[in-house]
């Protein structure tokens, strides 16, 4: 029910209706004013009218020309009208409207009479009494015969109460802390609340503004796009945007609703804030205990102090920034340092000694850490410690005490180069980093001096240092299995001989560990034995696997044992389970001894397989374990074909650098090892031909003369005349045995080199002993002045009989 605004002021407010259809109306609209809740029932029927007033709902009959507005009880009733003062018009009406409501009104109704439509709205009357109600009104426009707009009939009813509900939830949702925003199908803004508006833009009334007009939406990328694909879609979608005005953040939720899109955000800085110092604080701690983690991991697989000094510095040192650390054990009373990262030496030699009582050593006694922030801090606490503080070229210390079960273990100090205040969870990860330091370094400790007695051990049971010889110049490498706690059971071993000849040995005890050590010592020990016997490398090999048998039928050990000589340039080879030597050649031909070799000592059964190697002058002998072979990464195969293509390389390199080159390459650091590895090269140097000189003696007693002859003349060639008269003693004795109580053939050998080597060879394997003579007897003394004019004499068997020989000291050069 409605006014507009022509018609208030006069009944030709709507085009197309006469004065004479406003100044008489029809006969029944005249009955309505006694009658108006009859007036307008349709074909008057009653009943439809009768539902109206039983639910409130008021109908009206507005007649445009003549301004008369019908109204039945319940409309009256909605306006506060007296049914009987009512005079019909259409004023009367109007003056109950709501000032403030008036134009909106009147502007509707004219569109509705313009377009000949619907008529709906929403608005305030005004009781005589001064109280206020809503109206919700409903109607439309009737055209006559002529299409002139006629008349408007609808109905009303009161909507106070449902208003005022929407009205309070309308204040709450402008007035909520929470912003809000509605907008239509065509994105203009239908409501927006307080926040909404103070978000969006400085005006306070959003209402009808197209919402991409606002700057603001405009400078968040992809906001826009957002909304669009909200409300192209049935599902409400969530995310975070920091505002670009005030860079706060805030949380958006797009709803899609049947009409447009609400929007709703809330101001999620705080909670943001706090979600990112929880999560800072989470991420600290998780920090937190994963260096302890990580330290506890590396420690863990620390085995030497070293190891351990090594862990901290890469642990602890970067996470806060640190450039020094020192980790000091107390022994003896004495401070000493393990290990130190960022310190000179000449400072590290300073702080060695006793445990000082006024400087920061002194947190010993209290067994509580202590933390200086900078220079003053340090002084002041500790003035009698000034001068290290120079000395140091620090400004902040922490001095965490090392205690283990209760003992002051020692102490570890983390420096910085700057003043450092450290933050309480700092010092607490310390505090409890250091305890992890003291258990690991007491654990490494214990294996120092556990490793130290193995490796004096495994010093003993190998050469100190290999002999220096004519025919040989060798070096050698021992690598134990894994970190080297164990002492091991491989060993090699250069072993002079008579005539400039050397043994090379190289063995292995399978397994490691002290009793491979042990069973290790006693076969070298009579492997050495065996040597000096001069015994072939064959019956050396079934000797020691007599001995090895003897120990248990759980030792096996492997044995190569070769013999060089220089005078032939051979190498007499017998192996026992072990992989074939190498020889390098002067023009880099490397090549591996082709014999199939025998079982282990210990299960073996002589004889012993021996082969014969002609090694040229200058090439370098190569004798190894399994253990530099075959590793888990490769099998023996692959490793002997990379150890040939490294010794192609090495082959002019010095013998040393030569071990150490293999050692690395075929046993990195990084690798740990399954076991033992020895290592022996040797370079040979065959004998000079003017150096070596052999004639054949007649089997009677012409050959003693011959044979004195013959070193009167060889003697005089090489100017050692000083030896001739001692030599033709020897040589008369050796062959007078020969002729007496050996046979033939007979041959004499003398050989130049550090000493002058006497060689009598004859077909008997009969060795000479020496025996005491009586002093009535006649003979029997020629091997004790043998003894008395040699330096060393022996005899060996070779393959047509056997040797006696002697060694006499060349006279010292003239001086010029």
């Given at each position: 029910m409605t006014g507009g605004a022509g018609s208030a002021a006069g009944p030709h407010g709507a085009p197309g209706v006469t004065e004479n259809a406003a100044a008489e109306p029809p006969q029944g609209l005249r009955r309505t004013l006694q009658e108006p809740a009859q007036a307008l029932v349709p074909n008057g029927k009653t009943g439809s009218w009768d539902g109206y007033q039983a639910t409130g709902v008021g109908a009206w009959e507005w007649y445009l020309a003549s301004g008369l507005l019908v109204l039945d009880q319940p409309s009256m009733a909605l306006l506060d009208l007296d049914p009987d003062t009512y005079d019909g018009r259409i004023e009367t009406w109007l003056s109950r409207v709501h000032s403030d409501d008036i134009a909106r009104v009147t502007a509707e109704v004219d569109m509705a009479i313009s377009a000949r439509g619907a008529y709906q709205a929403e608005y305030r009357v005004c009781w005589p009494d001064g109280s206020t109600r809503w109206l919700q009104v409903r109607g439309r426009v009737e055209a006559d015969a002529a299409g002139n707009p006629l008349r408007m009939l609808g109905t009303a009813w009161d909507t106070t109460q449902e208003r005022t509900t929407s009205d309070g939830l309308r204040s709450a949702l402008r007035n909520m802390s929470d912003g809000f925003l509605s907008v239509g199908g065509d994105w203009r803004v239908i409501f927006a609340n307080v926040e909404a508006e103070r978000l969006l833009t400085s005006q306070h009334d959003l209402t009808g503004r197209l919402l991409w007009d606002l700057l603001v939406i405009r400078r968040v990328p992809g906001l826009e796009a957002r909304c669009r694909e909200a409300a192209a879609g049935t599902t409400p979608i969530s995310f975070d945007v920091q505002w670009p005005d005030t860079r706060r953040w805030y949380r958006f939720r797009l709803v899609p609703v049947s009409d447009g899109l609400a929007w709703y955000f809330t101001d999620i800085t705080e909670a943001r804030t706090l979600q990112a110092e929880q999560e800072a604080a989470e991420r600290r701690a998780a920090e937190r205990s994963a260096r302890i983690q990580d330290l506890a991991s590396s420690l863990a697989e620390a085995v030497t102090s070293l190891d351990i000094v090594a862990a901290v510095a890469d642990r602890v040192l970067p996470p806060f920034g640190a450039s020094g650390l020192i980790i000091q054990v107390i022994e003896d009373g004495r401070m000493r340092t393990v290990g130190a990262v960022g310190y000179s030496q000449p400072f590290l030699d300073l702080i060695n000694g006793p445990v000082p009582d006024l400087s920061p050593a002194a947190v010993l006694g209290r067994?509580?850490?202590?933390?200086?922030?900078?220079?003053?801090?340090?002084?002041?606490?500790?003035?009698?410690?000034?001068?290290?503080?120079?000395?140091?070229?620090?400004?902040?210390?922490?001095?965490?005490?090392?205690?283990?079960?209760?003992?002051?273990?020692?102490?570890?100090?983390?420096?910085?180069?700057?003043?450092?205040?450290?933050?309480?969870?700092?010092?607490?990860?310390?505090?409890?980093?250091?305890?992890?330091?003291?258990?690991?370094?007491?654990?490494?400790?214990?294996?120092?001096?556990?490793?130290?007695?193995?490796?004096?051990?495994?010093?003993?049971?190998?050469?100190?240092?290999?002999?220096?010889?004519?025919?040989?110049?060798?070096?050698?490498?021992?690598?134990p299995a894994g970190r080297g706690m164990d002492v091991g059971g491989d060993w090699y071993d250069v072993i002079p001989l008579s005539a400039d000849r050397v043994a090379l040995v190289i063995g292995d005890v399978m397994g490691h560990g002290l009793p491979e050590a042990v069973v290790m010592g006693?076969?070298?020990?009579?492997?050495?034995?065996?040597?000096?016997?001069?015994?072939?490398?064959?019956?050396?090999?079934?000797?020691?696997?007599?001995?090895?048998?003897?120990?248990?039928?759980?030792?096996?050990?492997?044995?190569?044992?070769a013999i060089y000589d220089p005078t032939t340039s051979s190498c007499t080879v017998a192996r026992a389970g072990h992989p074939p030597p190498a020889v390098v050649c002067p023009d880099g031909t490397v090549r591996f001894a082709q014999d199939e070799g025998d079982p282990p000592l210990g299960v073996a059964g002589p004889p012993f397989e021996v082969s014969e190697l002609q090694i040229p002058d200058g090439a370098v002998l190569v004798l190894y374990t399994d253990g530099l072979i075959d590793s888990a990464s490769c099998d023996p195969g692959v490793g002997m074909g990379r150890m040939a293509g490294l010794l192609r390389m090495l082959q002019a390199e010095g013998l040393d650098r030569m071990c150490d080159i293999l050692t690395q390459a075929l046993l990195p650091d990084d690798q740990q090892q399954g076991d033992d590895a020895?290592?022996?090269?040797?370079?040979?140097?065959?004998?000079?031909?003017?150096?070596?000189?052999?004639?054949?003696?007649?089997?009677?007693?012409?050959?003693?003369?011959?044979?004195?002859?013959?070193?009167?003349?060889?003697?005089?060639?090489?100017?050692?005349?000083?030896?001739?008269?001692?030599?033709?003693?020897?040589?008369?004795?050796?062959v007078g045995n020969v002729v007496r109580h050996a046979r033939g053939p007979c041959r004499l050998r003398l050989l130049r080199s550090r000493s002058l080597v006497c060689e009598v060879f004859d077909g008997s394997l009969t060795t000479p002993r020496p025996r005491r003579a009586s002093w009535t007897d006649e003979g029997g003394r020629g091997l004790q002045l043998i003894a008395a004019l040699c330096d060393r004499w022996g005899t060996r068997n070779v393959a047509t009989g056997k040797v006696i020989w002697t060694e006499q000291s060349l006279p010292a050069p003239s001086l010029p």
């Open positions: 067994r509580r850490p202590s933390f200086a922030s900078s220079v003053d801090e340090f002084i002041l606490h500790y003035p009698a410690a000034a001068d290290l503080v120079a000395a140091s070229g620090k400004q902040a210390w922490a001095y965490l005490p090392l205690v283990v079960s209760g003992r002051v273990l020692g102490l570890c100090v983390i420096s910085f180069d700057r003043p450092r205040t450290l933050t309480d969870a700092e010092r607490a990860l310390l505090t409890t980093l250091s305890g992890l330091i003291a258990q690991a370094l007491e654990r490494a400790r214990l294996f120092d001096a556990e490793h130290a007695r193995s490796q004096a051990l495994q010093r003993a049971l190998l050469p100190r240092q290999l002999p220096e010889l004519p025919a040989v110049t060798a070096a050698a490498r021992y690598l006693r076969v070298r020990t009579a492997l050495q034995t065996l040597s000096d016997l001069e015994l072939p490398p064959d019956e050396v090999l079934a000797h020691l696997n007599d001995l090895v048998c003897g120990l248990g039928d759980d030792s096996f050990v492997t044995c190569l044992y020895a290592l022996l090269v040797a370079r040979v140097r065959a004998t000079a031909p003017d150096a070596v000189a052999t004639w054949p003696l007649p089997e009677d007693p012409r050959a003693a003369g011959a044979a004195r002859q013959h070193v009167r003349d060889q003697l005089a060639s090489w100017h050692l005349e000083e030896l001739t008269m001692t030599t033709e003693l020897v040589v008369s004795e050796l």
